[in-house]
């Protein structure tokens, strides 16, 4: 009899549905949208991803507010009204696994454009992943709230323009890898926003990068294999470029690097072929001309920071001089970097100078206060008469007298 019950109980339990939402509701167009409650006091919800369903449409719209609908569920009330505040982990996620060509997956989101609602505040990992066939994304005019685009958010996905609003707090590594991105704007006056992640951008098809001035690093890989990427402008106040920031970038005829630099990892901005997905040959400099505006040489982590030894068949030895490119620095400073490491590796004949004093850097703004304090180190709700130590999210401080 026990074993009978246990059969029974068994044979229950997978014959009834798996539910990865709460409820579901249709948006503006009857396209059944699925939802889990993130906060049933508040009425604030996120879209939630239901693997059953083929997204064939040509555009998504995602509402602000929607009635709850049962959806053969027994939850809440179906007269509440929720509030969506994000997208949730997977939620258009796509079978269709590029990388994988061994394996024949059908894509199950179709659509081309998605209208996100101006209530939103985070992009979940992986929500439009491998949506191939997406091209227009449409980040809300007025939207105060969003803060946070997961891991492979829009990995193998689009949009093809872009732009990343000063409101987002955390952009997450490998958010837009392999995307159809061409053109990449950061909006100005974002102060969180300080670090473009490791891995970001790698693989897109970007050609043209607007970076805000308050970016102050490059991460590992973030625009690494951006093959149809032109020279771009980087914004006075970049302090470091991490290890292949620009790897394999396109031949460019010029490539300036601020007077902020401090750090410059190995192949930062250096061009190798490939064969087979494999290195073939060194790596180099593939830049014609390489403009330093820095009047002291930037640090580098290695030798390979400029690119890899190459093979001279002349001496039937390997050289580290540079002679393929041409730096060009501050008035003055060719001594100091012909005689720096490892900036010693250019050929003195392709070190120049230019009269930097008639150029003016772009101001940059003033970082936004994180805390007020007393001079013992006590957090303060607001500044008080006499001295007040004012901390800003850049890591800087300063003393303020208040009368």
């Known amino acids: 009899m026990m074993k009978v019950l246990f059969f ?15 409820f579901c509701a249709p948006n503006a167009d009857g396209i059944m ?20 369903v083929v997204w064939d449409c040509r555009v998504l719209r995602i509402p602000e507010t929607l009635i709850l609908n049962r959806g053969n569920r027994d939850f809440g009330d179906p007269d509440t009204i929720c509030t969506v505040i994000g997208i949730g ?7 269709y696994k590029p990388l994988d060509p061994d394996k024949d997956y059908e ?18 990992d992986y929500a439009f992943y491998g949506c191939l066939w997406l091209s227009v994304l449409d980040f809300p005019e007025g939207n105060e709230w969003l ?43 974002n102060t969180s926003l300080t670090k473009i992640p490791d891995y970001c951008f790698r693989g897109t098809t970007v050609k043209e990068i607007k970076f805000s001035p ?19 402008k980087l914004p006075y106040g970049l302090e470091i470029l991490e290890k292949c920031a620009f790897w394999r970038h396109s031949y460019w005829e010029s490539f300036e690097i601020p007077a902020t630099i401090v750090d410059i990892g190995e ?14 040959g060194p790596a180099r400099l593939s830049i014609k001309n390489l403009y330093v505006n820095k009047a002291t040489t930037p640090y580098c982590i290695s030798e390979k920071s400029l690119g890899d030894n190459e093979y001279d068949y002349n001496i039937n030895d390997y050289t580290r001089l540079i002679k393929d490119t041409n730096l060009i620095v501050p008035l ?72």
């Open 8 to 22: 029974l109980s068994l044979f229950l339990l997978l014959a009834s549905p798996t539910w990865a939402w709460d």
């Open 33 to 52: 949208l699925y939802y889990n409650m993130v906060d049933e006091d508040e009425g604030a919800c996120e879209v939630a991803q239901n693997e059953g």
């Open 89 to 95: 982990d997977h939620a258009f996620y796509s079978r």
């Open 107 to 124: 894509p199950t989101s179709l659509f081309e454009h998605v209208m996100l609602p101006k209530t939103i505040s985070y992009i979940d």
């Open 147 to 189: 803060r946070h685009i997961g891991e492979s958010a829009f990995a193998w996905a689009g949009p093809t323009r872009l732009t990343i609003p000063k409101t987002l707090e955390t952009l997450s590594p490998h958010a837009f890898e392999y995307s159809g991105v061409t053109y990449l704007e950061f909006e100005k006056g």
């Open 214 to 232: 308050e970016i102050k690093t490059i991460g590992k890989y973030a625009f690494a294999e951006c093959t149809l990427l032109n020279s771009p």
């Open 267 to 280: 192949y930062a901005f250096c061009y190798v072929q490939l064969s087979d997905g494999m290195p073939k």
């Open 332 to 403: 003055g400073c060719i001594d100091e970097y012909a005689t720096t490491w490892p900036w010693d590796r250019f050929d003195r004949s392709c070190i120049m100078a230019r009269d930097l004093s008639g150029i003016k850097p772009a101001k940059v703004k003033t970082s936004q206060p994180e805390g007020v304090f007393s001079l013992d180190g006590r957090r303060l709700a607001k500044p008080q008469k006499g001295l007040n130590i004012i901390r800003y999210k850049d890591g800087t401080a300063k003393k303020v007298l208040m009368k």
